[in-house]
Structure formats: structure tokens, C-alpha cells
Nanobody, 118 residues
Framework: QVQLVESGGGLVQPGASLKLSCAASGFGFASKAMAWHRQAPGKEREWVAGINNGGSITTYADSVKGRFTISRDNAKNTLYLDMNNLDPNDTAVYFC???????????WGQGTQVTVSS
């Protein structure tokens, strides 16, 4: 059974940092590109970052470039998203998925809430 379980979300102040994790099981994690997405209240889901299966190639949405870093540990079957200098506009539910940039995004996690507020 495929599972993607996000964790690490929370309520932080503007300028703070958070590190999200996505624990994968039930499929060959090391063979799959992975991605992070987010969905803010009242908005469509937005792709945030992607990483290839080996972790050597990453790409980012312009809105997070220079502030967020996607990474993975294939030995631990875990995907990460380091988020720095958070802004209230980063408030959203963050999801991990298989897939890289254009998709297909076959498997999805349930999401973790990130709220940036003073």
C-alpha cells in the first residue's frame, strides 16, 4: 500500500523557518522523482518544488526560489522541504507527491498545514 505522510507543519511568525518531511512507503521511493505542492485557502493547488530520483536535480517555483530547498534521503525513504524566511503568503496546506514538475503526480500525501502569522 502506497503511503506518503507529511509532517513538520505548524504556526510560525514571518521570517521564521520550518522543515517539512514526507515519509514514503509501499513503492520504490528511490526510483521516483518527487515534488512538493501547496494549496492556500480559496486558491488552486500550486506546485512548489521538484527533485529527481537521485536528488541531484531540483527546480522551484519562482515564488519560493532562494528561500525553500527540496531534498531527499533515499536510505530513509524521506523527502524534505526546508523553508526559510517564511511570509504570510506561504500559508497553505503543503503536500508531497511523486512526480517532478509537469507530472504525472501519481501518489499524494494528506498534507500538513503551515501558517505564517504574527
Amino acid at each position: 500500500q502506497v503511503q506518503l505522510v507529511e509532517s513538520g507543519g505548524g504556526l510560525v511568525q514571518p521570517g521564521a523557518s520550518l522543515k517539512l518531511s514526507c515519509a514514503a512507503s509501499g513503492f520504490g521511493f528511490a526510483s521516483k522523482a518527487m515534488a512538493w505542492h501547496r494549496q492556500a485557502p480559496g486558491k488552486e493547488r500550486e506546485w512548489v518544488a521538484g527533485i529527481n530520483n537521485g536528488g541531484s536535480i531540483t527546480t522551484y517555483a519562482d515564488s519560493v526560489k532562494g528561500r525553500f530547498t527540496i531534498s531527499r534521503d533515499n536510505a530513509k525513504n524521506t523527502l524534505y522541504l526546508d523553508m526559510n524566511n517564511l511570509d504570510p503568503n506561504d500559508t497553505a496546506v503543503y503536500f508531497c507527491s511523486t512526480g517532478y514538475y509537469t507530472g504525472p503526480f501519481e501518489y499524494w500525501g494528506q498534507g500538513t498545514q503551515v501558517t505564517v502569522s504574527s
